[in-house]
């Protein structure tokens, strides 16, 4: 083959390109792009339907625009699930039949395909449990110290009895920590007395269970220089709902109590 006949390709390719470039269409009613960020949640139980965190059932939700960035209301989307176990229904409702495991969904509109999300299948959470303490002291430093001032993580398990051998963890399940300082709710917005970490220093007030044995925590990071110098305490509770009622053993209440070093 010669230099010339091998570069044909090239050039069509370039002129497929721009063609697909000029000829985006303008209708209000033409997707030009796709929008698929989340999930209603993580998981959804074998034989049952996706729920949101109330409990309610949930369809799955995707965007599409037109080329002038406005969603288009109503617009044709379709949901396609690329590993077995799930069945999506009319509207984007999903049922699941396997027994376990990680599905990837995407969104097509226009014959534009989203971004994967990826949904567990899991099993009914029946328990939650707690792996350590929930009556701790925390001694802080003055001056205020993030890397001090920061308790063990808050760990709850949540279980299943759905599986053969006994108990074990189920993933995929929501995790809401709620901080109380005195009686009342601290702000996740106000910082100024305590906040909630993550495994770092984000300020997040929801985890998600972890294979293979269903934990979650958050840590309470405390401001030293607003805290009594004489014994205190802060109550974080930890909540796991399912099918709009709390899990046994939920909310999980853990005291820290503060004392200067």
Not at 75 to 89: E, S, V
Not at 102 to 126: C, E, F, K, W
Not at 223 to 229: A, E
Request: proline share 5%.
């Amino acid at each position: 083959m010669s230099r010339a006949s091998r570069a044909v390709p090239a050039v069509v390719l370039l002129a497929a390109l721009w063609g697909g470039c000029t000829n985006v269409s303008t209708s209000a009613t033409r997707a030009v792009a796709i929008e698929f960020d989340s999930l209603p949640f993580p998981a959804v139980v074998t034989s049952d339907s996706l729920r949101d965190s109330t409990g309610r059932a949930a369809a799955l939700h995707a965007l599409a625009f037109n080329s002038s960035g406005g969603i288009i209301p109503g617009a044709p989307i379709q949901y396609i699930a690329l590993d077995t176990g799930i069945t999506i229904g009319p509207g984007g409702f999903v049922t699941a039949q396997s027994r376990g495991g990680a599905i990837r969904i995407v969104a097509i509109a226009n014959g534009l395909q989203s971004v994967t999300r990826t949904l567990a299948v899991a099993r009914r959470p029946d328990t939650v449990i707690v792996p350590a303490a929930t009556d701790t002291t925390l001694r802080f430093t003055i001056p205020d110290s993030a890397a001090k001032n920061v308790t063990a993580m808050l760990t709850v398990k949540v279980v299943t009895r759905d599986t053969a051998g006994g108990v074990t963890g189920t993933n995929g399940w929501l995790v809401s920590y709620q901080a109380f300082y005195h009686g009342m709710a601290l702000s996740r917005r106000d910082t100024s007395l305590a906040s909630l970490w993550d495994s770092g220093t984000n300020i997040t007030t929801v985890d998600t269970t972890k294979a293979p044995d269903g934990r979650a925590g958050r840590r309470l990071r405390v401001r030293s220089l607003s805290l009594p110098t004489q014994l205190d305490s802060f109550i974080v509770k930890a909540t796991v709902r399912y099918r709009g009622k709390d899990v046994a053993g939920s909310p999980v209440r853990f005291i820290i109590r503060t004392l200067p070093r």
